[in-house]
Structure formats: structure tokens, C-alpha cells
Antibody
Framework: QLQLQESGPGLVKPSETLSLTCTVS??????????WGWIRQPPGKGLEWIGS???????YYNPSLKSRVTISVDTSKNQFSLKLSSVTAADTAVYYC???????????WGQGTLVTVSS | DIQMTQSPSSLSASVGDRVTITCRAS??????LAWYQQKPGKAPKLLLY???RLESGVPSRFSGSGSGTDYTLTISSLQPEDFATYYC???????????FGQGTKLEIK
């Protein structure tokens, strides 16, 4: 059974960089059938697409976040990562990693990790 | 970018009721629509894709329909475990621009 697990600091200071890693187990991140994505959800609000990456390294980023987002992949560790720079309180959210089918649906999700931006 | 508007934003219903949630896209999305269920403190769960195809393991009381810009999620007979928030997601656009509806909270009457 495929599992995804987010990890990283739960508290980030304003203007600093948020860094999260998603570890994939029970399957290979190098599968040609899937992309790997990040989605976030501010407390009490809806879902926002951040971006996704293919095992080869090709990426797609939400234009509203593109200037601050970097998603990378480490196939040797079966992990992919998210960096979001210059964070503000508006970036406080639960961050989810997920497997994205080539068509676009998200069929496996991590449990999510709350990241709070505060000094 | 494609905007997704769900209605209603919240809904009260009883066990055994039939409920319908609507999702409208700001432009045609050619059935490139998924529905997710999210329970408090949990990650979303994929229910349907391609507007009407049931994800493996999802009960058959869930169904989807629609075309063009308008889509619906129907739960034929509500069960206690169905009370949750439901989101639609379009994947018609470039993968950089996937968007979700704002969610519909289904509560017990």
C-alpha cells in the first residue's frame, strides 16, 4: 500500500523559507505514470494547489506562488521536497503531499503537516 | 485560470436522504473533474474522477454527472460516515493551474 509522509518544521519565522519533505513508501517515485504534488489548506479554508514534479525533475507551479516555490525530487531516497521562500502569516496552512495521476487527479495523500508562520 | 464554484456552501441533511452538490466551472472542462471527501483533521479522499467514474473502493451510493461547465455529485442514501466536506477539482487546464472548488460542508440535520 502506497504511503506518503510529510516532514519538516512546524514553525517558520516570517521572511524565512518553509521547507518540507515527502517520503514515499510502498511504491517508486520513479514511476512513469505519476507526478508528485503539494497542496495546502489554510486553517478553516479550502484547498490550494501549489505544484507538482515528475521523477525526471520537470515541474509545474501555481502562477500565484511561482516566484517563491521550488519543488525538487530525490529518486535515490524516494522523496520529493517543497521550498517556499519569503513566507508570511498568509502561508500558515496544513501542507499535504500527494500522488498525482498523469491525468490530474490526486489518488494518494499524506496525512498533512501544519506549518505556522510566526515570530 | 478556471474558477470552480460549488453550491451550496453548506447543507444539512439526514441519514437516508439523497443529496446533490453542484460544481460550476468558469469555462468548459470536458469532464476533467474530480470529487474529494474530507473529514475533519484528515486528508481529502478521491471519490470520483472524469466527472462520473468511481474510484476503486468508493461505495456505489456516490455518483457523478455533468458536462461542459456544470457537474454534480450525488449521494443516493446518506450514511453517518458521509458527513464531511466535499471538494471538486478541475484538471482540464495546464497542471500548473489545477483549481478546487471552495467546498461544501455536509452536516447532520
Amino acid at each position: 500500500q502506497l504511503q506518503l509522509q510529510e516532514s519538516g518544521p512546524g514553525l517558520v519565522k516570517p521572511s524565512e523559507t518553509l521547507s518540507l519533505t515527502c517520503t514515499v513508501s510502498g511504491g517508486s517515485i520513479s514511476s512513469s505514470s505519476y507526478y508528485w504534488g503539494w497542496i495546502r489548506q489554510p486553517p478553516g479554508k479550502g484547498l490550494e494547489w501549489i505544484g507538482s514534479i515528475y521523477y525526471s525533475g520537470s515541474t509545474y507551479y501555481n502562477p500565484s506562488l511561482k516566484s517563491r516555490v521550488t519543488i525538487s525530487v530525490d529518486t535515490s531516497k524516494n522523496q520529493f521536497s517543497l521550498k517556499l521562500s519569503s513566507v508570511t502569516a498568509a502561508d500558515t496552512a496544513v501542507y499535504y503531499c500527494a500522488r498525482r495521476k498523469v491525468a490530474g487527479t490526486l489518488d494518494y495523500w499524506g496525512q498533512g503537516t501544519l506549518v505556522t508562520v510566526s515570530s | 485560470d478556471i474558477q470552480m464554484t460549488q453550491s451550496p456552501s453548506s447543507l444539512s441533511a439526514s441519514v437516508g436522504d439523497r443529496v446533490t452538490i453542484t460544481c460550476r466551472a468558469s469555462q468548459g472542462i470536458s469532464n476533467s473533474l474530480a470529487w474529494y471527501q474530507q473529514k475533519p483533521g484528515k486528508a481529502p479522499k478521491l471519490l470520483l474522477y472524469a466527472a462520473s467514474r468511481l474510484e476503486s473502493g468508493v461505495p456505489s451510493r456516490f455518483s457523478g454527472s455533468g458536462s461542459g461547465t456544470d457537474y454534480t455529485l450525488t449521494i443516493s442514501s446518506l450514511q453517518p460516515e458521509d458527513f464531511a466536506t466535499y471538494y471538486c477539482q478541475q484538471y482540464y487546464s495546464t497542471p500548473a493551474m489545477y483549481t478546487f472548488g471552495q467546498g461544501t460542508k455536509l452536516e447532520i440535520k
